[in-house]
C-alpha cells in the first residue's frame, strides 16, 4: 500500500536504461518503439522522465504522490514536452539505484500511453562527489563523533561549524568547543575536558591546549590555566541533589568524574548507574541515600 506524501520519505535516484517499450498517441492511433529511458527523482519530491526512440525524445516532468517503502512510486506528471498535462503513472525502482518499469496514462492535452521496461544496469554516470569539506581553521584540531563535556562558559546557536570554530579561535579564554550538529548549537570551554563518543557532536582544541585528532585529552592534563582539579571522593549508594549546572549522558562513572575533575566550576557530581546520567555541581550538598547512584566531591 502507497503512502501520502506527508508520510513518507521519498527516493532519490538518477537512473538511464535501455531497453524496450511503447510509446501510443490513441488520438491519432500512432506508435512509436521505445529504445531507452530516464528517470531523476530528487528534492522536493520531483519527478523528471524522458524516454527515446528512433527519431523520437520527450520530456515529462512532475512529482512523487506516494512511495511503498519499497520499489512502487507513483506520480503526477504537470508537464508533458513543456504543454501542462494532467497524466499520471508510476515506476518500479530495482534496489540497485536503478528503475525496472515505467507506465504511465495520460487524457490531456494527449491521449497517451507509456510502457517501458529496461534491460541492463543503470548506464547513468555517477554524480560528482561533493566538494571536500574546508579544513578547520589553523590552531584547532577537528573531531568528529567525539564530544567534550563540561566546562563550558558560553552557548549560541548557529548553522555553521566553522562559525563555532572561529567563535573559538577569536577568543583567548577558550580552550576547546564543541558543536552539536543535530541542535546547532556551538559550546566554548574554558577548559579541555574529556573526549567521550557522541556522533551528533564535532569538538575540537585549541593547539597548545592539549587534545588530538578523535583521541582524549589525557589523563595527565592540568588544565593549561592552572586550575586545581584536587581529587574527587567516590561514595556509592548515595546521593547530592541539587546546585546542578549541567548534566549529560555519560559513558561510565570515570567519564563523569573526570567531567567535573576537569572543570574548574564544579565541586561535586552525582551519577546514575541505571541510566548512565552525570550532573554537575556547583556546591557540595547533604548526603541522601539512593542506591543506583554514586556521588563525590573534590577534596
Avoid at 186 to 209: M, N
Avoid at 273 to 286: A, E, F, G, Q, S
Amino acid at each position: 500500500m502507497a503512502v501520502p506524501a506527508s508520510a513518507q520519505d521519498f527516493p532519490r535516484l538518477q537512473a538511464r536504461h535501455r531497453g524496450t517499450g511503447t510509446y501510443e498517441n490513441r488520438g491519432t492511433k500512432e506508435t512509436w518503439q521505445l529504445s531507452e529511458a530516464r528517470v531523476v527523482l530528487s528534492e522536493q519530491s520531483s519527478a523528471t522522465i524522458e524516454v527515446w526512440g528512433r527519431n523520437l525524445q520527450v520530456a515529462m516532468r512532475g512529482r512523487i504522490t506516494a512511495f511503498n517503502g519499497r520499489k512502487h512510486v507513483s506520480f503526477a506528471l504537470e508537464t508533458f514536452d513543456g504543454v501542462p498535462t494532467t497524466a499520471s503513472g508510476w515506476l518500479d525502482i530495482d534496489g540497485r539505484g536503478g528503475v525496472e518499469r515505467i507506465e504511465i496514462d495520460g487524457q490531456s492535452p494527449l491521449r497517451l500511453g507509456i510502457s517501458f521496461r529496461s534491460q541492463g544496469p543503470n548506464i547513468e554516470p555517477p554524480p560528482p562527489p561533493p566538494p571536500a569539506p574546508e579544513p578547520a581553521p589553523a590552531g584547532l584540531t577537528e573531531e568528529y563523533g567525539v564530544n567534550r563535556r563540561g566546562a563550558d562558559y558560553r552557548n549560541f546557536a548557529t548553522d555553521e561549524l566553522r562559525v563555532c570554530q572561529n567563535a573559538c579561535k577569536g577568543d583567548t579564554r577558550c580552550r576547546a568547543y564543541a558543536y552539536n550538529l543535530n541542535r546547532r548549537v556551538c559550546y566554548l570551554k574554558s577548559q579541555v575536558p574529556a573526549a567521550s563518543e557522541d556522533r551528533q557532536v564535532t569538538s575540537g582544541v585549541k593547539q597548545g591546549w592539549g587534545g588530538s585528532g578523535g583521541g582524549s585529552a589525557g589523563g595527565d592534563y592540568d588544565g593549561g590555566g592552572g586550575g586545581n582539579y584536587g581529587q574527587l571522593t567516590e561514595e556509592r549508594g548515595l546521593d547530592r541533589r541539587g546546585n546542578d549546572y549541567t548534566d549529560f549522558r555519560a559513558r561510565d562513572l570515570y567519564d563523569c568524574q573526570e567531567s567535573c575533575r576537569r572543570d574548574d566550576r564544579c565541586r561535586a557530581y552525582t551519577f546514575d548507574t541505571i541510566d548512565r546520567t552525570c550532573w554537575l555541581k556547583d556546591r557540595v550538598n547533604t548526603q541522601q541515600r539512593n542506591r543506583d547512584t554514586v556521588t563525590g566531591f573534590k577534596q
